[in-house]
């Protein structure tokens, strides 16, 4: 489902196989253990994470046929994920997603939890696909939306036209950091700019800090939402509130008679 | 003052006659019932336009209408009331569930810019018609809500300057270089009308359903909604 990889200084998280990486309980949890493992590595405060994968997806969200035949995995899915982002958020080293399929809804979200994202030209598209799906942002998508694409015009674009946005179309709105040729020229250019990050030599625990003091809302918003699961995050940053309030958002939740069907590409 | 049409998918809610198109309560309260009615009429793939005859969007609160009550008490109370009472056409066009397109045929100054601003995509004509916050050159101070449109609305520290500090008259090649309407491509209302139009039924093509539509809209804009008192609304059944 996924596999970690070390290349020098730089971690390679890859979600593997050919699927739509959605991300269910199983590949939440094992990406949050790879997270783990690249904490607990001795080198990591002089670090960068690539998360990539393969195929024609990066990921197609949330596995919403899997929720519709079991209603209370919703709340877990969307849990786990917040305690994964969460915990992107506080990783003490800069992080690159290189965005090498379609990415939509949660799976959209997960790129935007990077620092970089660096996005093929030739193919695939960043896809808020809620409203096209029927479905309410979360009040913590949206924090991360609006922290990470900042003109209102391009956070109408996305979240309210369900805009189906190209590398290039996301250089324009200033989500996307770089685009390329190709999935393996976005990969070597992402290994390239990590690479340069770190013979920039910065402290990888300040670095972390200063991200969650930059992304405090969003931070805020998560621990704002009542979590279903053992959701806590590794770090023990002073944002993270330990108490959980009951959520005037909700993730999405289900009526019985939902037929499962996969967004449509 | 205010007519609401129906054709096909569209509302088109037009501001008429000549005039500067000034919202005095009796207007405001006009708005704010066709609004109302466009709401009620929603059906997936709706959505609005609004629009206006002549050289005027709209120039703002009916200033003349406060100093006419002959005293400066009076006058701060009407100016009050119109303030207060315009909050609920922008909550109204916040919550509609469905997308709004302004097409500015003219001048949008003040609270005129607000009812643009309030709207999803704003288009505006290139050759003529201005955006005017009047504020900083009449002497008035900001109602909370208008401020914080402004905040939502446009996003750079630079645009908004130009916009509230400097008193400056934006034109249409000006104003999508800020980032404050969307498109100031054409010569004539009539042009701005047609282009709304065409983006119109790209958007009510997708048949969104409007309660699950103006939830992510509110979604967007939580520091405005919180001092309008819109609250969005928390389940959705998704499509899958």
New interface residues.
């Given amino acids: 489902m996924c596999t970690l990889e070390k290349r020098g200084r730089l971690f390679l998280l890859k979600l593997t196989g050919d699927g739509e990486h959605r991300l269910n309980p199983t590949l939440l949890d094992n990406i949050r253990s790879a997270i783990t493992q690249i904490r607990s590595d001795p080198s990591s405060s002089q670090s960068v994470l690539i998360t990539t994968s393969d195929g024609k997806f990066f990921s197609n969200g949330y596995d ?2 899997l929720a ?1 035949s079991d209603p209370p995995l919703r709340a877990v899915m969307a849990a786990k994920l917040q305690s994964l982002v969460a915990d992107l958020i506080s990783l003490p080293m800069p992080t690159i997603a290189a965005v090498t399929g379609h990415a939509s809804a949660a799976g959209f979200l997960l790129a935007m939890s990077h620092d970089y994202i660096l996005m093929r030209r030739d193919r695939g598209f960043l896809y808020m696909s ?8 979360p ?1 913590w998508f ?1 924090s991360m ?2 922290m990470k694409v ?4 391009a ?2 674009d996305v ?4 805009e189906k946005i190209t590398a290039d179309r996301g250089l324009e709105m200033g989500i996307v950091d770089s685009s390329h040729g190709s999935a393996g020229e976005t990969v070597e250019a992402a290994v390239k700019l990590g690479e340069e990050i770190v013979r920039r030599g910065a402290d990888g625990h300040v670095y972390g800090r200063m991200r969650e003091t930059l992304l405090r809302e969003v931070l805020h918003a998560i621990g704002s939402n009542e979590s279903a699961s053992n959701g806590v995050r590794n770090s023990g940053s002073k944002f993270w509130s330990s108490s959980w309030r009951t959520s ?3 993730a ?4 019985p008679r ?5 967004a449509r590409f | 003052m205010c007519t609401l049409e129906k054709r096909g998918n569209i509302f088109l809610l037009t501001l008429t006659g000549d005039n500067e198109h000034r919202f005095h309560p009796d207007a405001i309260a006009t708005i704010l019932s066709l609004l109302g009615q466009a709401k009620s009429q929603a059906n997936r793939g709706s959505v609005l336009i609004t629009t206006g005859h002549g050289k005027f969007f709209s120039n703002g609160f009916d200033l003349a209408w406060a100093q006419s009550s002959g005293s400066l008490a009076g006058a701060a109370e009407r100016l009050h009331q119109m303030v207060e009472s315009f909050k609920p056409v922008v909550a109204a066009l916040l919550d509609l569930p469905m997308p709004t397109i302004a097409a500015l045929n003219g001048h949008a100054a003040a609270a005129g810019l607000m009812l643009a601003l309030s709207h999803d995509y704003v288009y505006m004509r290139r050759d003529r018609g201005v955006l005017y916050m009047s504020e900083v050159d009449i002497g008035l101070s900001m109602p909370d809500y208008f401020a914080a449109m402004i905040r939502s609305k446009i996003g750079t520290s630079a645009a908004r300057r130009e916009v509230l500090l400097s008193g400056k008259k934006i034109r249409g090649e000006e104003a999508v270089a800020l980032g404050i309407v969307d498109s100031a491509a054409h010569d004539s209302a009539e042009g701005v009308v047609e282009a709304t139009v065409g983006l119109a039924e790209k958007l009510a093509a997708k048949k969104w359903k409007g309660d699950v539509y103006a939830s992510i809209r509110k979604s967007l804009y939580p520091e405005l909604c919180e001092i309008l008192g819109l609250k969005a609304t928390i389940f959705a059944t998704p499509k899958l």
């Fill in positions: 919403l046929a519709a809620e409203l096209d799906i029927e479905l309410v942002l009040a949206m939306i609006r900042v003109s209102p015009a956070k109408r979240a309210l036209t369900a005037t958002w909700s999405f939740l289900l009526l939902c037929v499962g069907r996969s």
